[in-house]
């Protein structure tokens, strides 16, 4: 009793003092059902199962803490691809930077200028695919998003899209706290690909909702860059239709605090799923905490989650990952690794797969492993001339190969793997 | 080229003593061959000379071309020209075999402030010498050594050496594990580099590599230490007669 009195007092602290922003009356009605929702659940705290090991203060806050802004000197990401690109700053529409919201194959506007008007499928998205995702295990913050969320980026694939959607996240103020909401719709046969990159804010939480038609695709790219301080939170629910395809990866590096949250829903037959991503961290003010939740209420489903972390120097990494196959789900096969490279003994992983199942014809596995630079490889490789220091960073890249590898684009992936490196090159 | 001298080594870990006072010179240009019982501590003089962690030297020396070996880093030793032919190679999944050789070619050529090989060039060596060893090209495209089988993964080592061209290259039974066909092809391998600036040290348990590899002195060694030094004739009569009238008539 006492808890859920503490609990509820510090979710309407929260609140207090908080205005939804304005829109068409279903939109009205949509933020004002989720907050609703967070009211009902409580904001989490460290008591709950699900933040056992990761603490949600920083998150639930009234305040956002600042976090310094950092320029690392580098290029922005993927700016050789072609891509319709789309620029927020600290939450806010940077139109001058932006291309037009238009492009072959896609309907695609800003979320404020969606949930303005009276009719739009928006409506049949928005806070739907979140509000399926509360159930088994709650998600509040992303309710919080789906209530507060100022902006976003709603798309409507109604064909192969040969453009990427490239979305950069600027952090541009100390104290920002934004709240950006995203939605993907894509439509049988349609195959669309969202890259996501930057900070965004110091306290910055994203929420996308990804509608996948039958035979539709949707490619996922997404990096969380430099920036020591930030805070972030994401959460991605998508509901994956019959041969249809998602595919999701994430790049972390650095940040205080960085919670992904990804709940699949595969609801039609021959269906795949993959979930996947690399942080490095370095230092005792690094925690990433990834919580992926599949579930499997089709035949023949594929899911894979590879998840890899490079933890130094006293960093935490979080791995909470669940596959549910439903009954009935048969042939199911769902994949699941979580490993981490502690290049120290003060650094720190924790790891909590499970596996629900109730269909009897299904190959599901899990792994989860937490190692230490092989010596015997390192030596071979000093052996033949290779100093130490290239050497262990060799090995920590091939460490993270296996989740790169679910990367299909080989030019985003080689991108990413020579900013893993730089990364490596400096904190080795 | 290379010279040993009342070399004792202990595990780091253990009160264990493996090398006891080991004495042995490869002069230059010369190829001297070690045989010796299981666990004599062969590989452990290998590793000590490479500079693998866990052993303790407590006493003696190790020089290349008067360095002190024992002083330097496993790549130092390297960079001066020190190459060990593996005799378990270590496989490295997610590392390529290619992106491995080019990494080590190069750190040692800049090591000895040599330009680095172009791409071009890189590839055009290792793919020619690569086929001297029948390593096709898919397997420089595998990570080091993984799935490779046990002839394979030798083959790969003598690749390593080759490319890296060293000026004391230490075998640890790289006969082991190979055909008869694949044996030819490591001893032309070996035969190839050997030349009057080169010294090779070839760790063996059989004749049949002595026979391709025609050793200049032959060591036995036995509990620690080289405890018979002859002419080839010395591995004809271990491989006739065993270990037990050496070992007697030396005790
Ligand atoms: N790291 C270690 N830990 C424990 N014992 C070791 C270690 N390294 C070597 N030894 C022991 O030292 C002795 C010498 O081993 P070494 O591998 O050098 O022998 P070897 O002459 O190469 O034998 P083989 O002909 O079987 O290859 C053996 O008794 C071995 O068990
Ligand atoms: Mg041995």
């Known amino acids: ?62 305040d956002a803490p600042s976090a310094a802004l950092f320029d690392g000197g580098e290029a922005p990401l993927f700016g050789d691809k072609e891509c319709l690109n789309i620029v927020f700053v600290d939450g806010v529409f940077d139109a001058q930077a932006s291309d037009p919201l238009a492009g072959e194959g ?95 804010a110091a306290r910055f939480s994203t929420c996308l909702e990804v509608d996948i038609a039958d035979t539709g695709a949707f490619h996922h790219v997404r990096t969380q860059g430099r920036d020591h301080e930030r805070r972030t939170v994401t959460h991605c629910f998508a509901r994956v239709g019959a041969e249809s395809t998602f595919k999701s990866f994430t790049v972390t590096v650095n940040g205080v605090l960085t919670r992904n949250e990804c709940v699949l829903d595969i609801i039609g037959d021959d269906a795949v799923a993959h979930v996947a991503g690399v942080c490095v961290g370095d230092g005792k003010d690094f925690h990433h905490d990834d919580t992926v939740f599949i579930t499997h209420d089709a035949l023949n489903g594929e899911s894979r989650q590879v998840f890899k972390k490079v933890l130094r120097n006293g960093a935490t990494g979080v791995f909470q990952g669940k596959i549910l196959v439903k009954a009935g789900a048969q042939k199911t096969d769902g994949y699941q690794i979580s490993q981490s490279l502690l290049l120290d003994e003060d650094a720190q992983f924790l790891a909590k797969p499970e596996l629900e199942i109730y269909a009897d014809d299904v190959a599901c596995s899990h792994g989860s492993t937490s190692g230490a630079i092989d010596e015997t490889a390192l030596f071979y490789l000093r052996s033949r001339g290779v100093p130490v220091r290239v050497a262990r960073n060799l090995l920590t890249l091939s460490f993270m190969a296996e989740a790169l590898d679910e990367i299909a684009d080989s030019a985003l992936a080689d991108e990413l793997r020579d900013r893993l490196e730089g990364w490596l090159a400096r904190h080795g | ?63 290349l071309e008067g360095d002190d070996l024992l002083e330097m880093e496993p790549e130092e030793r390297a960079a001066l020209g020190l190459f060990l032919a593996f005799q378990y190679p270590v496989e490295i999944p997610g590392v390529g075999n290619m992106t491995f050789l080019r990494t080590a070619v190069n750190a040692q050529r800049k090591a000895r402030g040599q330009e680095e090989l172009s791409a071009g060039d890189f590839l055009k060596e290792v793919r020619a010498k690569a086929k001297d060893l029948k390593i096709d090209a898919d397997m420089l495209k595998r990570p080091v050594n993984v799935g490779f089988s046990g002839g394979e993964k030798k083959r790969n080592e003598i690749l390593q050496m080759a490319m890296l061209s060293p000026k004391m290259c230490i ?79 030396v005790s």
Not at chain 2, 41 to 46: A, Q
């Open chain 1, 106 to 200: 896609i309907e695609i506007m800003r979320l404020c200028d969606a949930m303005a008007a009276d009719i739009h499928w928006a409506k049949d998205l928005y806070g739907v695919l979140e509000t399926r995702g509360q159930v088994p295990v709650e998600r509040p913050l992303a309710a919080l998003n789906t209530a507060l969320a100022t902006d976003g980026v709603v798309i409507h694939a109604t064909a192969k899209v040969a453009k990427p959607i490239h979305i950069s996240y600027l952090h541009a103020d100390e104290t920002s706290d934004a709240n950006l909401h995203n939605l993907v719709k894509v439509d049988a046969g349609a195959e669309v690909t969202l890259l996501e990159t930057g900070p965004g």
């Open chain 2, 1 to 63: 080229m290379l010279e040993i001298k009342g070399l004792k080594v202990k595990l780091e870990d253990e009160d264990k003593q493996i090398l006891k006072g080991l004495d042995l010179t490869v002069e230059t240009g010369k190829v001297h061959a070690i045989m010796g019982p299981n666990g004599s501590g062969k590989s452990t003089l290998s590793y000590v000379l490479a500079g693998k962690d866990g052993y303790e030297v407590t006493e003696g020396s190790a020089t």
């Open chain 1, 1 to 62: 009793m006492a808890i859920a009195k503490l609990k509820a007092d510090a979710t309407e602290a929260r609140l207090a003092g908080v205005t939804l922003p304005d829109g068409a009356q279903w939109a009205r009605a949509a933020r004002g059902d989720a907050l609703a929702r967070v009211r009902a659940m409580g904001l989490p705290s460290k008591r709950d199962e699900y933040w056992k090991y990761t603490n949600p203060s920083d998150l639930t806050a009234v």
């Open chain 2, 171 to 249: 075998l640890d039974e790289t006969d082991s594990g190979l055909d008869v066909d694949a044996m030819k092809l490591v001893a032309d391998g070996v035969n190839a580099l050997r030349d009057a600036g080169r010294s090779f040290l070839v760790i063996t348990h059989y004749q049949r590599l002595l026979d391709h590899i025609k050793p200049d002195v032959v060591h036995i060694m036995a509990d620690g230490r080289i405890v018979k030094t002859g002419g080839p004739e010395l591995a004809l009569e271990v491989e006739n007669n065993g270990y037990a009238d050496i070992l007697a008539e």
